[in-house]
């Protein structure tokens, strides 16, 4: 029998209440996040942001113009501080230069051509493209990340790539951007609590609908 993702997410809501993604007070400051959130959990990402937030550096024209090794510092309790600062300065200049640094203009592109711009710059893949386009574009498109891999090929039994999963989830949900939202926020919380890479599948709030429970975990570890 088929496993059906809207049960799926029914029962995750049910379970641990609304997850009310993106933590954050701006559409910019999402970016920020999904970028800062790459390799590392929340509670460093956070340090990071209140650290630009004090310095006043949280927007576009300060992280496409200000010193690198300043930025460097301030985003430092993220961990790949260098990595992560140059993204965020490639992709800040860039929203400057061809939107003359407004997100209002960008967000307006379709999908499509905003994801390709995504894709284009360096350090942005298809999950922090599609979390950007998510929840700070507000545009109906699910990221996919490790845990819904994970999860997914344990529930249903068989291996799906990043396209594939996201077709498939994306043809089963239905089209409206707040379950997207706290969809792929519920994913992430079972695969922390529950569905981890040794699940606890006796507490599991699916564990009546996986194929994979319990027993056969050591089946599928990914
Ligand atoms: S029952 Fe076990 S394998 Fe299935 S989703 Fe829950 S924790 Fe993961």
């Not at 559409?27 to 970028?35: D, L, R, Y």
């Not at 959990?41 to 004090?54: F, T, Y």
């Not at 992709?91 to 499509?112: A, M």
Request: a positive charge.
């Amino acid at each position: 029998m088929e496993i059906n993702p809207l049960k799926i997410y029914q029962k995750l809501l049910k379970h641990f209440g609304k997850q009310k993604w993106w933590p954050a007070t701006t559409k910019f400051e999402v970016i920020i996040g999904t970028i800062l959130t790459q390799r590392t959990n929340w509670k460093n990402v956070d340090k990071a942001i209140q650290r630009l937030k004090e310095a006043k550096k949280l927007n576009i024209l300060s992280l496409a113009t200000e010193e690198k090794r300043y930025i460097e510092d301030l985003i430092h309790p993220s961990g790949f501080y260098k990595q992560k600062t140059e993204r965020l300065i490639l992709l800040s200049r860039y929203i400057l230069e061809n939107y003359e640094g407004g997100l209002h203009s960008f967000f307006k592109k379709s999908i499509k051509e905003m994801r390709r711009e995504l894709l284009s710059l360096k350090g942005i893949g298809p999950e922090t493209a599609d979390s950007i386009l998510l929840y700070s574009a507000e545009k109906l498109i699910l990221p996919i990340d490790a845990y819904t891999l994970r999860i997914f090929t344990r529930i249903r039994g068989n291996v799906d790539n990043y396209s594939q999963m996201q077709r498939y989830l994306m043809d089963e949900l239905p089209e409206e951007i707040e379950v997207y939202k706290e969809f792929h926020a519920l994913i992430v919380k079972l695969g922390k609590v529950f569905c981890k890479k040794k699940p606890l599948c006796h507490l599991c709030p699916l564990e009546s609908t996986c194929k994979n429970v319990k027993k056969d975990y050591q089946i599928i570890r990914i």
